[in-house]
């Protein structure tokens, strides 16, 4: 079956903005309006809670993620459109539009965290309908979400330092079933606000294991790491990009291992190669054989580093490991950006980490 796309509250805002815009020179409500996305698309959908006043107009569009699952499908976002003498056009947040509180992120400090793309499409709306009545004056653009400010405590924005709301978002105006793209670029725009927030060191985990081992065992500010996800070649690379000295990995076996094999995208639907990783390795320092087959018959990883530890040769296959790793990254990234990793398992706790850790955690106090 094929999947459903949806829209983004970007497109959302720009419909609701052209709306209002319509209804005020129409003089009365209407009850669907459509737009062309960045990507092309016409995007139509019915408005909500239309209200008229002089010289303003209010109303809503429910925002709809389609097969995605977004923690924002269903919300209405409201914009209210009031015409002004001045010669402008002002877009901003109203109540439950997040404001930016650090930077690095493309708004500056206590604006509206209104992305520059749907903001663009807003005002071009608003003009299209302007110049269709040949009216020549500005207008006050207000984003509002009534139940913003909950739902933003289900997402990434109090960590990239956006209070009080969601954000109003979109590249290509449309959301795509699970799309990677959306959570790289909340990837990229968190360490986006590490690099202008916290320094030249930044601490990367996949994701609530690696943070939760860093929280039990080292005395660090949690504030400089940034949860990755499957992402891990998408986060080293942007680093570097941001121009971050150095970088400190920390994550799970089961994500990990896999970097010593060269493989930055450690999704499972991706690549796998853990037992093989693992096999290869232990073969190098192990000389019996049937060590190495255990391995291969394993599920878990922790499984395998129960049959290694048996044998004696944890450490030596667990250096050897990180220093493939190491290899890989360092080959990625093709720079002297400093880089640093700690390998853990919940049941046996730190497998391996590089020499430079200790100098790397003074970083992150």
């Known amino acids: 079956m094929e999947s459903k796309y949806g829209f983004t509250t970007g497109t959302c805002a720009a419909i609701a903005a052209k709306a209002a815009s319509r209804m005020i020179f129409e003089g ?18 019915e408005i909500f809670e239309p209200k008229l006043g002089k010289g303003m107009a209010s109303c809503a569009v429910k925002k709809y993620s389609g097969d995605d699952p977004d923690v924002t499908n269903g919300l209405l976002i409201f914009v209210c459109v009031k015409l002004s003498e001045k010669n402008a056009i002002i877009v901003d947040g109203g109540k439950g539009v997040g404001r930016v509180t650090k930077r690095g992120l493309s708004q500056n400090i206590g604006d509206a965290a209104i992305n520059e793309v749907p903001k663009k499409m807003i005002v071009e709306n608003v003009l299209s309908v302007f110049e269709a009545y040949s009216y020549k004056g500005g207008a006050e653009i207000i984003i509002s979400v009534p139940d913003g400010e909950k739902t933003a405590e289900k997402t990434f924005n109090s960590r990239l330092g956006i209070v009080g709301g969601i954000s109003i978002l979109g590249t290509s105006g449309i959301v795509e079933p699970m799309s990677q793209q959306a959570l790289i670029d909340t990837i990229k725009a968190e360490i986006s606000v590490k690099k202008e927030n916290d320094g030249n060191y930044i601490m990367i985990a996949p994701g609530n294991y690696g943070i939760d081992f860093i929280k039990k065992s080292f005395d660090v500010d949690l504030n400089k790491a940034v949860k990755c996800g499957n992402f891990i070649g ?39 190669g853990r037992m093989e990783i693992l096999a290869a390795n232990t073969a190098l320092v192990c000389d019996d ?32 490991i990180i220093k493939k790793a190491l290899f890989y990254i360092n080959n990625k990234l093709r720079s002297d950006i400093e880089v640093g990793i700690i390998m853990f398992s919940n049941v046996y706790g730190i497998l391996g980490k590089s020499d430079n850790v200790r100098d790397m955690l003074k970083y992150f106090v």
């Open 28 to 45: 009365k409500t209407i009850e669907r309006e459509w737009v062309v996305t960045p990507k092309g698309f016409i995007v139509e959908t």
């Open 289 to 320: 054989l049937n060590v190495v087959r255990k391995i291969m018959g394993c599920v878990t990883t922790d499984d395998a580093i129960k049959i290694i530890d048996a044998s004696g040769v944890r450490d030596d296959v667990m250096d050897k």
């Open 234 to 272: 998408e986060a080293l690379l942007f680093s570097k990009d941001k121009g971050f000295k150095g970088i400190l990995l920390i994550g799970h076996i089961g994500k990990f291992i896999k970097l010593a094999g060269g493989i930055m995208n450690t999704h499972s639907l991706n690549a796998d």
